[in-house]
């Protein structure tokens, strides 16, 4: 298989299981996320050409985009999420779904000090995070309760995970590390993800 010539297939599943297990595996998150997938999948076969390369199938795509959901391209020399994403500030089509379905909203314990600092009046919103102890959230979520009609109406002081969104930050308190978000119809997802495939399809061409 084509993505084979980037990673063994021990590795990769390995890969997979350990995101799948961070993640949970709730019918409704792996079937928004297999949406997005599906639509990075149409662009892809727009953007690259299967036909010239022999014994390439459309399989090869699904799983050229499956891996790119899962790893940072810094792994082969390559940019990393957050240097794509920042070159592409258009991507986001402002849409404000992730302020309308993300919950908890998550506040790190380290940058609650800075918030109030900009923000005195968001200690009546945040309250202690059960999911992830020793951090924060706001109380009101789905919708986020500062969620305006044409902005956030705390652009200024909103937390970190809204600033980085659509990467998000995994894990607990020994390691943390960014993920891509494909849990969210968000345009700025998919076009990071298809950015991703499309030089992930080109590295791994060039090795057949
Ligand atoms: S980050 Fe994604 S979900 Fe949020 S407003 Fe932008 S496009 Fe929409
Ligand atoms: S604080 Fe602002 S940016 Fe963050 S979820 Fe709420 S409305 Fe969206």
Redesign the pocket.
């Known amino acids: 298989m084509l993505r084979d010539t980037l990673i063994d297939r021990d590795l990769f599943e390995k890969i997979q299981e350990k995101v799948l297990e961070n993640e949970g595996n709730g019918e409704n998150i792996e079937l928004k996320k297999k949406m997005l997938e599906k639509s990075a999948l149409k662009r892809l076969r727009k953007k690259r050409s299967i036909k010239k390369y022999s014994g390439i199938k459309k399989e090869d795509l699904k799983e050229i985009i499956e891996f790119a959901g899962m790893i940072s391209l810094e792994i082969f020399g390559g940019p990393s999420d957050f240097e794509i994403a920042a070159a592409h500030p258009e991507w986001?089509?402002?849409?404000?779904?992730?302020?309308k379905e993300s919950s908890p909203i998550f506040i790190h314990k380290d940058e609650l000090g800075i918030l109030l600092r900009f923000n005195l009046d968001l200690k009546y919103e945040i309250v202690g995070n059960d999911e992830y102890p020793g951090h924060f959230r706001f109380k009101e979520d789905l919708p986020c309760k500062f969620h305006g009609a044409k902005r956030c109406k705390i652009y200024d002081s909103r937390p970190h995970v809204c600033r980085s969104?659509?990467l998000i930050l995994m894990g607990n308190d020994d390691r943390h590390y960014y993920v891509l978000d494909l849990y969210?119809k968000?345009?700025?997802?998919l076009n990071l993800l298809l950015e991703k495939s499309m030089i992930l399809f080109d590295e791994a061409v060039s090795h057949i």
């Open positions: 986001c089509s402002h849409c404000g779904t992730c302020c969104y659509p969210h968000c345009d700025y997802a």
